[in-house]
C-alpha cells in the first residue's frame, strides 16, 4: 500500500520519488528495491498462474475451493494460507453484491380484525412434483373468521396472475376487505399489486424476518404443510391443485377451530355480527362472541 501511495504522489502530484517517499513515510531503498514477486526469480510464479487461470474458469469460487482444487485434484501439498496470500496479491478476491431487499411500505395503519372482511392476511408457500417441477401455492384467510379465501395452484404465480386472483376473491365474497396483510415478497411489492389495490384496500406489510406478526396465515401454511403437502406425493400439477383444493374446502367447511368456539370458519362466518370499531378495546375475549 505505501508503494502504491509513492506512485500515486508521483504520477499525480509530481513529486520526486524523495519527497514522495519521506510523505510516506517509507525508505527509498525499500521502495526502489522490486518485489519478488514481480522479478522472474519468483518461486510462486507457476503457483500464480495456476491461480489466474482458476479464478478465470471459476469467477465465484474463492481461495478455499481454489486451494481444495491444488491439493485434491492437483495434487500439490501447498498452505492454505499460502494459497490465500497469493488470491489476495493477485487481486483475486470476489466481492459478492447483496442488493438490499425492498420494503413494502404501509398504506394504512395497523388495523385490528375484529369483524369480517377488516383483515385478510396472504402468502405464499412452495411444493414440487415428483419430477423436481416447482409448485407455487398462494394462500389467504379472513384473520377473523379463519376462512381461506383464495385458491391458487400453479408452476410460478406473477404478480398480474396474482391480481386477477384477487379480483375474482373480492366478487365472490361481495367486496375487498379492509386491508391485505402480507410479507415483502417481489409479487406483494410490485407496482401491479400496488396498481390494483390504491383506493380499493390497504396494505400491510410486516417487518422483513417477522413471520410471527402474519401468524394466522403461517398458522395455516403450517397445516397444509403438515395435513396435505408431507402426506403426497405429486404426479402433476393437476393433481395437486385439485387435492389442495379440497383441503381448503375441507378446512372451510369441516375443521373445527378452538378460537371460534369449535365452529367451522364457514359456520362462524355466516352467525358472525360483528362490525369493525375503528377504536376497539384492547382486550379480546378469548373465544369470539356470536
Given amino acids: 500500500m505505501a508503494r502504491r501511495a509513492v506512485d500515486m504522489l508521483i504520477d499525480t502530484m509530481k513529486l520526486s520519488q524523495r519527497l514522495a517517499c519521506k510523505a510516506v513515510g517509507l525508505n527509498r531503498s525499500t521502495y526502489q528495491r522490486r518485489p519478488i514477486a514481480q522479478t522472474p526469480a519468483d518461486p510462486d510464479a507457476d503457483l500464480r498462474a495456476w491461480l489466474r487461470r482458476y479464478a478465470t474458469g471459476h ?58 372482511k377488516v383483515v385478510w392476511a396472504i402468502d405464499f408457500q412452495y411444493d414440487s412434483t415428483v419430477d423436481g417441477k416447482a409448485i407455487k401455492i398462494a394462500s389467504m384467510i379472513d384473520e377473523h373468521t379463519r376462512q381461506s379465501m383464495l385458491h391458487i395452484v400453479e408452476r410460478s404465480i406473477t404478480a398480474d396472475r396474482l391480481v386477477t386472483h384477487l379480483q375474482q376473491a373480492f ?29 380499493k384496500v390497504g396494505l400491510i406489510y410486516i417487518p422483513p424476518g417477522t413471520p410471527w406478526n402474519n401468524g394466522h396465515i403461517e398458522s395455516f401454511n403450517n397445516r397444509l404443510r403438515r395435513e396435505c403437502l408431507n402426506r403426497n406425493h405429486w404426479t402433476n400439477l393437476r393433481e395437486a391443485r385439485v387435492v389442495i383444493g379440497d383441503f381448503k374446502e375441507d378446512h372451510n367447511h369441516r375443521h373445527r377451530h378452538s378460537a371460534l368456539g369449535y365452529l367451522t370458519p364457514a359456520e362462524y362466518g355466516a352467525q358472525c ?18
Fill in 59 to 116: 469467477p465465484l469460487h474463492g481461495f478455499r475451493r481454489a486451494w481444495a482444487a491444488l491439493r485434491h485434484d492437483e495434487g500439490r501439498q501447498v498452505n492454505k494460507k499460502k494459497v490465500h496470500r497469493l488470491w489476495m496479491d493477485e487481486g483475486l478476491q470476489v466481492r459478492i453484491y447483496h442488493p438490499r431487499k425492498r420494503v413494502g411500505i404501509n398504506s394504512v395503519p395497523q388495523i385490528a380484525a375484529d369483524a369480517p
Fill in 171 to 199: 366478487d365472490e365474497c361481495g367486496g375487498p376487505p379492509r386491508v391485505l396483510r402480507m410479507d415483502n415478497g417481489p409479487e406483494f411489492i410490485s407496482d401491479a399489486l400496488q396498481d390494483f389495490c390504491r383506493n
Fill in 273 to 290: 355480527t360483528h362490525t369493525h370499531q375503528t377504536v376497539g378495546c384492547e382486550i379480546e375475549p378469548s373465544t369470539p362472541r356470536l
